[in-house]
Structures are given as C-alpha cells and as structure tokens.
C-alpha cells in the first residue's frame, strides 16, 4: 500500500500540476491586457451578461465576498467596472462595465482559441475534459459540504 503515496498516482498532484501550467500559459496574455488570471474570470462572468450582483458573481466563480471585493476594487481603479446602487433597492449593489470593460472584450475574443491550441487537444477532448472536472468540482464540493454538517 506504500506505493498508494506514490506521487505519480495521487490525483491532487496532477490537478495542481495542470493548474499552474494552464495558468502559465494564461499569464503573458493577460498581462498584455493587465488583468491577473481571477480578474480575467470576473470579466468573463461580466462579458456574459452585464449588470449582476456581488453575490452572483460570487455564487458564479465559486468565491466568498472577501477574495471578490478586492478584485472589484482593482478591476473599479483599472477602469473596467463600477458600482451602481440599484434604484429599485438602494441596498443592493450591481457590478457594472465601463466602457473600456467593454471594450477590453473585443482584445481578449482570441484568449480561448489561444489557450486550447496550447493544449495540443482536440476540441472534443477538451469538451469531454471539462465535463469530467466539473463532475469531479461538484462531487468534492458535495463532500466537503456533508463532511461539514
């Protein structure tokens, strides 16, 4: 069972592995738009659809509000978002593009195209890929939460 600890077999190290070099890769192209890679998400998140909450944005990237708000900051002092209080609910906040956030969509259009041709898989590996990690994102979020209650 000695060989269980084996490096080349334990599943974390693969995934950490992978990663870094997917973040690698990702670093010099973001740079060039001066995003870091968890900024780039929250404007993935934005590009799709404009206007959302702090707390969906949150749910979306599976991020507490503590590592959100920070990147908010930063993304609101580039000039890319800003903070709207809604009219209907004052409490509630919406995360809004500025226009340069707009426009910043149209630099990063070639960054998924770029990044699976650095994978040397096909597309339909990569599909089958993400689905795999996802299911496995779940079912470890699904343990960690009963293993908690």
Not at 66 to 91: F, I, M, W, Y
Request: hydrophobic share 45%; net charge negative.
């Amino acid at each position: 069972m000695a060989n269980d600890l084996a490096l080349d077999k334990q599943l974390c190290f693969a995934l950490y592995a992978a990663s870094r070099a997917t973040t690698a890769v990702y670093r010099p192209i973001l740079d060039r738009l001066g995003l870091t890679y968890p900024q780039y998400l929250v404007m993935l998140v934005l590009w799709e659809r404009d206007g959302r909450g702090v707390s969906e944005i949150c749910a979306e990237l599976a991020l507490d509000t503590g590592t959100l708000s920070p990147l908010l900051k930063r993304l609101g002092a580039l000039g890319l978002v800003e903070r709207r209080r809604l009219a209907a609910d004052e409490r509630r906040v919406e995360i809004v593009l500025t226009q340069a956030g707009k426009e910043l969509k149209a630099e990063a259009n070639a960054i998924p195209r770029t990044i699976l041709d650095a994978t040397q898989m096909s597309d339909e590996e990569l599909a089958a890929l993400r689905k795999v990690l996802v299911r496995l994102s779940d079912s470890l979020h699904s343990y960690s939460t009963e293993e908690t209650l």
